[in-house]
Structures are given as structure tokens and as C-alpha cells.
């Protein structure tokens, strides 16, 4: 189903029930996976491959050049997963070199004006609300909330059942399981209501309470004793516990606290 304005390249691979609007242009090496549907006015470039049963809005760029300055040309990728949603002038750029593309996983929401940088990597079940931008090389792992203007600076890691608050400014790592919010961001707490919602348990949701005091609470304490005591405690038992010292103790660029 392509309609006859649309501009599609004889090396473009469409799988079955693929819908191509009117004024929509797709390049070279672009696989578009079953059931997938672009409205109008979208431009495609290659290479990338994207999954099934995505829905493109007008006037997004999904699978442009790297913006970083230091690409030469190479044939750098991008990989879409399923069932996302790119609402309008959404843009999604590809990798800066042939190792690295960029990713996205599946069930995501990109909200209008939304961007994705070059060289990131996106995870599942995520929201990128309104203008939310994500510099080359972030990393924002599953469940996160991006919420409007809120932006994600180079190199940095947004964990995973994550809410950002609006206009946020992030430079830093932001915890898996919290709330951060400001300009710079700053940790407001734990995301219990998205945790709640997500099915977590009372008894997850209080060892993690545990853990955010211990780590979190007392400002002056020395962060690198407070994730020692809380290795070495029983609540490091706890799997979703431990993967948030796991995020703390890989932490390149420190995170916010």
C-alpha cells in the first residue's frame, strides 16, 4: 500500500502490510518490517531496519547522518524494534561509526519533536514526551519517562523505571527506580507510583526505600562508603537492590544525586 506521491527507493525491503503515505520518501537500505505505518510527509534513510507494526507521523527524519562532527561517511546503522510510536517531526539519527548504530527496542512512545541522537541506545516501554532530546552515545534503559523539554547531555545513562521531570537538565547518570527533576537534576526521591503501577511488590518497593535512604538521604555522607555499607547489608540480596548498585559502581560520569 504505497501511495503513488511517495518516493520509494528499488532498495528498500517493505515487508507484508506495509503502509507508505502520501509525499514519504525512503532511501536506499531501509527494511521496514510487516504491518509498519508511515502517514505523510516522512523521510527514511538507510541504512536501518525497522520492526513491525510501528506507526511514523508526518515530518519525521528517522534514520539521517550522524550530526557529530567527526563522521566521514561511513555506512553506520540504525535498528528500530516494534510496535513504537513516532509522533510528529520526531528525528532519529543513525550511529557515527559502522560498530556502533543506534537502538531502540520496542513499545516505546516518542512524543512530537522528540530526538534521538547519534550512537544511542533506547530501551522498552519508554516515553519521550514533547522536545525530550537525547545527546549521541545516552543510554536510557527500560521504562523511563522523559518528560516535556527535558534534555539527556552526551555520554550520560538514565536508569531503568525512571521518571524526569520537565525542563530537566541531566549531565550526570540518573539511579534506576527514582524521580529526578531540576536544572541541573537533582534526585526528589523514589518512583513509587511507577513502580506500583509496574507491579512491583510491597516488599521490592520497601527494600528499595531502604536502599535509597542509605545511599541517598544524608547529603554529606560519602557516597562510596554508603555503596560499600549497602553491599555488605541483606538488602543486597535483593535483585533490584543490587542492580542499582551495579548502575552506581559503572558509572563513568558520577551520577545525580
Do not use: W
Not at 516494534?82 to 548504530?101: A, L, M
Not at 533506547?122 to 527535558?150: F, K, P, Q, Y
Not at 512491583?200 to 526505600?209: D, N, P, Q, V, Y
Amino acid at each position: 500500500m504505497i501511495h503513488p506521491t511517495a518516493v520509494v527507493s528499488p532498495k528498500a525491503e517493505l515487508g507484508n502490510g506495509v503502509e507508505i503515505g502520501p509525499y514519504c520518501v525512503i532511501g536506499d537500505h531501509v527494511r521496514i518490517g510487516a504491518r509498519t505505518k508511515l502517514h505523510a510527509h516522512l523521510v527514511v534513510e538507510g541504512p536501518i531496519t525497522i520492526g513491525e507494526d510501528n506507526e511514523f507521523y508526518p515530518f519525521s527524519s528517522i534514520g539521517a547522518r550522524s550530526q557529530d562532527l567527526k563522521y566521514a561517511g561511513e555506512p553506520t546503522s540504525a535498528k528500530v524494534g516494534d510496535r513504537n510510536t513516532f509522533r510528529e517531526f520526531v528525528t532519529v539519527h543513525r550511529g557515527t561509526t559502522p560498530e556502533v548504530p543506534t537502538l531502540i527496542g520496542s513499545d516505546n512512545n516518542f512524543l512530537a519533536y522528540a530526538h534521538v541522537a547519534h550512537d544511542s541506545v533506547v530501551g522498552s516501554h519508554c516515553i519521550l514526551s514533547n522536545a525530550a532530546t537525547l545527546g549521541g552515545h545516552v543510554t536510557i534503559e527500560d521504562h523511563v519517562i522523559l518528560s516535556g523539554l527535558a534534555g539527556v547531555h552526551q555520554f550520560c545513562r538514565v536508569g531503568a523505571h525512571t521518571m524526569i521531570g520537565g525542563c530537566t537538565k541531566i549531565v550526570q547518570d540518573v539511579p534506576p527506580f527514582t524521580i529526578a527533576d531540576g536544572h541541573p537534576a537533582q534526585l526528589r526521591g523514589l518512583n513509587i507510583v511507577g513502580l506500583q503501577r509496574r507491579g512491583f511488590s510491597e516488599t521490592a518497593i520497601r527494600a528499595l526505600k531502604n536502599a535509597y535512604k542509605i545511599l541517598f538521604l544524608k547529603k554529606e555522607a560519602n557516597l562510596t562508603a554508603q555503596i560499600k555499607l549497602l553491599s555488605s547489608s541483606e538488602l543486597a540480596k535483593d535483585e533490584n537492590v543490587l542492580r542499582m548498585l551495579d548502575f552506581l559502581q559503572s558509572s563513568h560520569r558520577g551520577f545525580v544525586r
